[in-house]
């Protein structure tokens, strides 16, 4: 089967893209907090794991559908943080080499997952567990400084889960009887033995991403039928299952690893916040793509932006860029709230800021 011949429906959530700076981009925590150049130095740099919305390009140098390695992607990309060193280079790309590895690598690939099957049907990814390997296997040995005491000065990003419902679970459900909640309890505990992994190896501050409101995207939207502007409920419903299992697991594997630090940005709180009281942050359109999404019909995916194509006359006031992933606005305030949140509904127990001091 490939992917064109997918119902809409499923096809949807079968394409995603590695993103250069949109989605919730980590290097923009840092940014804004401009921690790697504030003179605390508390922060050397991260380490990127995850799928599309903390991709920065890896999945531009692998054979997947699940690229944006054109325009209009990338518009935003050089406006806003210019002159930063922050930005973390995509592990896949030739020029990231030993010289870098002191600001940290992005092994982000879009369509991955927790799980190893996640996302094969949009091509090759780099699945979780790949990701982890080659930290271990490539970057480790290359690090100038691989000590405890220096890699605890890294954070370690976490953005993975989606794809394993959107990708996996739901495009399965029909041979599987695994129920959604047997489902999220088989993503968590292989999360959990991931970070454990990532602990073993050095690592200490965990910056986990939670899933966003998987049901609210445009394709989403889009796909229902009857046709409804409503979020799709289930989708809604996995997403938040799994974040209030991450929570959970949090606060149990802390105590196996001494001397860590675990944090959640809830993404899903936050865009939720956002698309109930769009216009308090300036939003007039929040179930429409900025850009211009051709149709499986028209040639598209549904999800990606038209190549060369159009975008929105004014792409501060969209919640989401294509079907799929958010505007920047929406990420500066992700950002944001990520690195200076005083409140749990948004970070969890504490935000970005406090857990690079610590
Ligand atoms: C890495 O850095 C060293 C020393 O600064 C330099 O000589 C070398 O050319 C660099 N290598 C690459 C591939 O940029
Ligand atoms: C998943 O992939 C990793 C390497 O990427 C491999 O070591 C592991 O055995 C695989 N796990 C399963 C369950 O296939
Ligand atoms: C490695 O980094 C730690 C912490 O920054 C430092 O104390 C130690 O001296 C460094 N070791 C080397 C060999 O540079
Ligand atoms: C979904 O199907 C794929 C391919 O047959 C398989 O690798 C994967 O494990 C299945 N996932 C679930 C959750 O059953
Ligand atoms: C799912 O459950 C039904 C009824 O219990 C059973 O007949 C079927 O074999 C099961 N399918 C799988 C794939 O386990
Ligand atoms: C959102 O944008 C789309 C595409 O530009 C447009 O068709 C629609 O009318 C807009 N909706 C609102 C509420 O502004």
């Known amino acids: 089967m490939t992917l064109m011949n997918l119902p809409p429906s499923m096809l949807y959530i079968s394409v995603c893209f590695s993103f250069l700076y949109f989605c919730l981009n980590p290097n923009k925590i840092l940014s804004n907090a401009e921690i790697i150049r504030d003179g605390n130095n508390n922060v050397k740099g991260m380490f990127v794991f995850g799928s599309s919305y903390v991709d920065n390009g890896n999945n531009n140098f692998l054979p997947t559908l699940a690229k944006a390695d054109y325009l209009p992607y990338g518009m935003d990309f050089e406006s806003e943080y210019f002159g930063l060193p922050a930005f973390i280079p995509p592990f896949l790309d030739p020029s990231t080499n030993v010289n870098h590895s002191d600001v940290g690598v992005n092994y982000a690939s ?11 049907i949009a091509g090759v990814v780099l699945s979780l567990n790949e990701q982890i390997r080659l930290f271990e296997e490539v970057t480790l040995p290359n690090l100038k400084n691989s000590s405890r005491e220096s890699l605890s000065k890294y954070l370690c990003v976490i953005g993975s889960g989606g794809n394993d419902y959107t990708l996996n679970y739901f495009l399965n459900i029909s041979q599987s009887n695994t129920s959604v909640e047997e489902f999220t309890a088989i993503l968590i505990s292989t999360l959990s033995s991931q970070i454990k992994k990532l602990y073993s190896l050095g690592l200490s501050k965990f910056v986990l991403m939670s899933l966003y409101p998987l049901g609210c995207s445009p394709v ?22 799994f974040n209030s299992n991450l929570r959970t697991l949090i606060n149990d594997i802390r105590p196996q690893m001494p001397g860590s630090n675990l944090i959640i940005v809830n993404a899903y709180n936050i865009i939720q916040d956002i698309l109930g009281f769009p216009a308090l942050k300036g939003f007039t359109n929040t179930t429409k793509p900025c850009c211009e999404v051709p149709s499986r019909a028209q040639g598209g995916n549904g999800i990606s932006c038209k190549r060369g194509g159009s975008t929105c006359q004014d792409r501060d006031k969209f919640v989401y860029f294509d079907a799929l992933h958010p505007t920047e606005a929406v990420n500066v305030i992700l950002a944001k709230k990520a690195y200076a949140s005083i409140l749990t509904r948004e970070v969890y127990p504490f935000n970005v800021w406090i857990l690079a001091q610590i």
């Open 220 to 241: 989403s939207i889009a796909a229902q039928q009857p046709p409804s502007n409503a979020c799709v409920q289930y989708l809604n419903d996995a997403a938040q299952l």
């Open 110 to 120: 879009g369509g991955s997952g927790i799980l190893n099957s996640t996302g094969t």
